[in-house]
Every structure is written in C-alpha cells, then in structure tokens.
C-alpha cells in the first residue's frame, strides 16, 4: 500500500476505534434515535431519504417492505427503468416491471425518481447497433417522449442522462466515448434535457454521475458541461452525485467535493445523492471495523457535502446489505465469492448499523 494511503488508513482506523471507545458505533445506541427513522428526522428539512429497489423485492419481501416504508420518502428503479427492460426488442415497450414499482410506490406513500432516460449501459444490443448505424436522434427522442409522457405525474425526477463523463478517454470537453457521443456529439446532452422538460416540465431533471468525490478531473468535466448547458439555458436543475464510496481502495477527495457543491450551487442547481453506498469487501476485518469504517467513510463524504449545500435528496442503492449489488461477483470483482458487502444503513436482517446512526446524526445536525 502507498505510504500515503497507509497514513490515511491508520487516520481512517483510529477514528473508527475512536468513535468506538466513544460508544458512538456501540449497540446500546442513543434510544431517542430508535424512535425516529431517517425519513422522520428529514421531513421539514426538505430532504427525501430514498432507496434504489425494484417491484420485486417490495411484492416478495414484506419485511424489507416495510423498512422501506419506515426509513424512505422516495425509491428508486434499480433496473427496471432502464433500456434492457423496457425496451427488450425494436418497437417494443416493456414498461410492467417500472409501472409495477410506480403502483407500489404510489400506494405505499413514496415518491419515484425514474432513472435514467440516457444512458450508455444497461443497453439492448439491437439499441446501440440502432444508434451507431440508424437515426439516434429519433431513437433518442422517442424513448424521451413515451417514457417521459407515460410517467408524468408519476415520478417527481428523472436523471435524464447518467455518466457521459470520462476525461481519460480522451475527447473534447471530458466526454465520456460512447455510442450516443458518437452518433450526435455531445449535444445529445442538451437534446435529451430538452425533450425531457417539453414532455414533463415539472419533473426535477437530473444529471447523474460518479467519481467526483475520487477525481478531480471528472468533477471539473462535470463542471464543465454544467456551466455549458447552463449558458445554452437547458433546462437542467440538479445534479446527481451518485456516492458510490470505498472503504479503503481510494482516496477520499473532501475539498473536491465542497469545491464542487460550491460551483453547483452558484449555477443554481440543486445537488443530490443518488447511489449512497460503501464498497467494504476489500476490507478484510471484523464485522464491527468493517461497520466502522464504512460509516466513517460515509461522515467524512456527508460532512464534505453539508458543509456547503443541504442534498435534495440521500438517496442509497440499495437500504439492506441483502440486496446490495456489491455482493454479486459481476458488478464487484473485488468480490469473486460474493461475500456481502455490508455497505448499507440496514444489515441482511435489517438491523440499523453505524451508517444508519450516522446518517441519522447528520440529519438532525442540519
Ligand atoms: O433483468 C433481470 C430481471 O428480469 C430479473 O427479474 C431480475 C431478478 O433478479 O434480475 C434482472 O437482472 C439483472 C438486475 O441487475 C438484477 O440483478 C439485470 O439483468 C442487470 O442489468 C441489473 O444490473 C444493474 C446494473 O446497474 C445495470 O443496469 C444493477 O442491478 C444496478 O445496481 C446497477 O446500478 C448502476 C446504476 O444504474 C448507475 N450507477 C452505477 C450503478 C451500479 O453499477
């Protein structure tokens, strides 16, 4: 390990072993914290506590159910909004999965961001051969106008466009290479905004992405393209951080992210997190350390984001490390044997562990 991420460890460990001694991350918790979930402690402070879930998991699992119920004002489709879903074969729609989730939510109480219109993953090959090959705009245009039209009302965001950033590709403005930039350049960012506000002008449009909080030039490619859209007047009113932490592999970035907040805010969006969660399974450690450094990791990241901006949203993928996508080998391969990665506010069994407690800090903090 680099000397300086051992002395950023040795930091990270001793204020995990701090807060221990301090009874902060022990078990017999603060019994006032008990009584109120995270959505309780957020209301009035205009902040949704949400959860990236699908239909699924809230028809078949009554328990994470109700979790869900008690601690989030907002979910999430985790895929069940995304191209491979909806659009299984050309001319098709496939919206029951989303539609579903959308019943659910509406008679459970919670609002839906729908996530993402554009994006370049998550994509039916006959969709990128027509994007590469065929009329993109229309394809691009049209997904925007049946999906948007059919759930205006419905949800109260849409990340229009997710991760066109990646300046180490190597192409003007730090745009991320991909069969969209390639077909329509990278208007199609505005383009989508576009269409998404004429379809559903009150729908909160979002631009969603990651690895601002881990590099510096992925933020400013962000910054970049925002102040861009702006200038243009597109219709774009917050951004996305999706907050995928790790526990130790990287590097925290704290004043890249205040610095971040800093110029969202002066261009006048509203920031988010969208995709709250810590990737431990790199950490070898006891059950308590592993806890202990995903919620140190996560106050450091919150505290970075508080100190300038109150998020519109905090938002996790995923609520309970049962249905972390971190535990499965192909979206993890820092994790062959699908251990569980314990990167969520609730345990397997639901159980509140030391994020949640923070998470619940932070909230009354603000
Ligand atoms: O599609 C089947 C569905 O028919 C079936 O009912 C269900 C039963 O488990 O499985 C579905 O399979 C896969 C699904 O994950 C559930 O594991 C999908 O094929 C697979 O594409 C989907 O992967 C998702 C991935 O995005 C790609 O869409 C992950 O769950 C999801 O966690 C991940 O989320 C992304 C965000 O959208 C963007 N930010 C990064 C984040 C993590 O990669």
Known sequence: MKPGRR???????????????????????DTSEEVHALREIAFGKGIHVGAAVSS??????????????KECSLVVPEWQAKWTTLRPL???????????????????????????????????????NEILTGDARSLLEGHIATTTKRYRGKVIAWDVVNEAIRPEDGIAYGFRDTPWYRALGAGYVAAAFRHAAEIDPDARLVYNDYGVEYDDRRADGILDMVKRLRDDGVPIHAIGLQSHL??????????TVKRFCRAI????????ITELDVRETDFLGDIESRDGIVSAVAEIYLDAILSECIPKEITFWGFSDKYSWLSKPMYNPENPAGHLNRGLPLDYSYSRKPLWHTVARKLREI
């Open 265 to 272: 805010k002066r261009e006048g969006l509203d920031i988010l």
């Open 7 to 29: 002395k950023f460890m040795a930091g990270m460990l001793a204020s995990v072993a701090g807060r221990n001694a301090a009874g902060a991350l022990t078990r017999n918790h």
């Open 56 to 69: 699924d998991q809230l028809r078949l699992d009554p328990s994470f159910r109700h979790e869900i119920v």
């Open 90 to 128: 050309p001319g098709q729609f496939d919206f029951s999965g989303f539609d579903a989730l959308i019943k659910q939510s509406g008679a459970l109480g919670l609002a839906v961001r729908g996530h993402p219109l554009v994006w370049h993953a998550a994509m039916p090959a006959w969709a990128t």
């Open 246 to 255: 790790w526990a130790t592999r990287k590097q925290l970035h704290p004043r």
